[in-house]
């Protein structure tokens, strides 16, 4: 692909903004290469600034489920626009999203809309942590909940509980409360609750890690986390922010059929603009500020923009047979991407919940943080490089997930998996 404009638009945003983006996953420092810039979207097609043409798996990290510039959603926005952007005031459009969030979530009885994922799981660890009355969290390694202070946390070394910073600019006082433990490993798990349960406020976890690829929960493990947090009186939170109407409608709580207290949720139901939503018990959300003291708040919080965007995507998504459609797709897509691996003779892991899926590029069985990091990343690379380079866009990163939209076409599956054949041979 010839992609002058973006390498000229790059040069400078690189003056201008860290990295030359406002989100370090787009700088493609993990595929290496000058990131494409896009001038517009349209279904389940991406367009740059040169005007190449590329199938979108990325789909804005996941929220465009319903393909990108959906006519109902355009015409929404701009009928809410014309009504003006922003008030700092309620409106009934927020009652209308929260309304269809707790109807798929029925775990969450109070919802309070914010304005992303990071702001959903933050404030749900304050939540848990004035309901609790207890200081210290739970996170499984390479699970990304966003980057507030206490989550950019890795696990100390040896035997220690308190968790180590993860990124300069985190105080170590912040990271002593976050314990860091293996996904997956239940007996890593019982064995911390059962000694620091009176000082755990919460664990939270993404119930599908999408955050390494597509790591998915071995039987029994969410599970164990919800009957150890039970016992105790520890909070669980479910990290839906990527999962949330896209492993399933209901989400992984559905999906796997484990009940959280509480709930984070963003991407889908921003449908592209910015929301995220945390929720759960009532008698832990009325906890929270005007109606308890857990401070929380947000002058951009249940925008009417956003707010629309939600609905008409949540309304698009729950009509008859969107997720069977959707299954149906996902599935050509896996059996065309393992057998093209297959003839190519090129040895992947293929996992997937719903429709966020990981190519990796080991011969190990992927579980975990440490098994994700067996797949060989300057494959993925090149992989990478060489579906761009046909027109095919995944996450720039093999520890990303990759999505489907209901606007991925049959046609467009069949090209993936051929591009997909072609780059494999190459890689040999
Ligand atoms: P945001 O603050 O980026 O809206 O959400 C943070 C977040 C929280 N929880 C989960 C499970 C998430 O996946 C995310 C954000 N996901 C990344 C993709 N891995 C967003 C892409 C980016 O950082 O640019």
């Excluded at 003006?84 to 009934?92: D, I, N, Q, Y």
């Excluded at 922010?241 to 991407?267: H, N, W």
């Excluded at 945390?278 to 959300?285: A, L, N, V």
Aim: proline share 5%; net charge positive.
């Amino acid at each position: 692909m010839e992609i002058e404009k973006s390498k000229m638009l790059y040069k400078r945003a690189l003056e201008l903004m860290p990295g030359g983006v406002n989100s370090p996953v787009r700088a493609f420092k993990a595929v290496g290469g000058s990131p494409i810039f896009i001038k517009k979207a349209k279904g389940s097609r991406i367009y740059d600034v040169d005007s190449n043409e590329y199938i979108d798996y990325v789909l804005s990290w996941g929220p465009m489920i319903v393909g990108h510039s959906h006519p109902s959603v355009v015409k929404a926005l701009k009928t809410a626009i014309e009504n003006g952007t922003s008030f700092g005031a309620p409106t009934s459009l927020e009652i209308e999203l929260a309304q269809m969030v707790i109807k798929a979530y029925p775990s969450i009885e109070k919802i309070r809309m914010v304005n992303s994922g990071t702001e959903a799981t933050m404030s749900a660890i304050r939540a848990a942590r004035g309901f609790s009355k207890r200081d210290k969290i739970i996170k499984f390694e390479g699970c990304y909940h966003g980057h507030a202070n206490g989550l950019l946390v890795k696990a100390g070394s040896g035997a220690t509980t308190f968790g180590v910073p993860d990124s300069p600019g985190v105080p170590k006082s912040y990271a002593k409360n976050t314990i860091t433990l293996p996904f997956n490993d239940i007996k890593a798990f019982k064995s911390m609750v059962q000694k620091e349960w009176k000082s755990i406020a919460c664990v939270i976890v993404e119930p599908v890690v999408g955050n390494i690829g597509c790591v998915l929960p071995k039987p029994g493990f969410l599970e164990a986390l919800r009957k150890e947090t039970e016992k105790y009186g520890i909070v669980l939170i479910f990290d839906e922010v990527m999962t949330g109407f896209r492993v399933s409608f209901g989400g992984a709580q559905e999906y796997y059929k484990v009940i959280p207290d509480m709930t984070c949720l963003g991407k889908v139901i921003g449908g592209g603009l910015p929301v995220g939503a945390y929720g759960g018990k009532r008698e832990i959300m009325s906890m929270v500020a005007p109606e308890g003291p857990v401070y929380q708040a947000g002058t951009l919080a249940g925008n009417p923009i956003a707010m629309t965007a939600g609905i008409e995507t949540l309304k698009i998504l729950s009509k008859k047979d969107t997720y069977e459609k959707l299954e149906k797709t996902m599935q050509r897509l896996e059996d065309g991407l393992k057998d093209a691996a297959k003839r190519a003779g090129v040895k992947t892991r293929f996992y997937r919940a719903g429709t966020m899926f990981c190519t990796y590029f080991t011969d190990k069985d992927v579980y975990d943080y440490k098994t994700a990091k067996t797949s060989d990343t300057e494959r993925f690379a090149k992989f990478f490089m060489g579906m761009l380079n046909r027109g095919i866009n995944l996450a720039p990163s093999q520890f990303e997930a990759g999505f489907i939209s209901i606007a991925h076409t049959k046609a467009d599956i069949e090209k993936t998996i051929s591009a997909a054949y072609r780059t494999l041979t190459e890689l040999k």
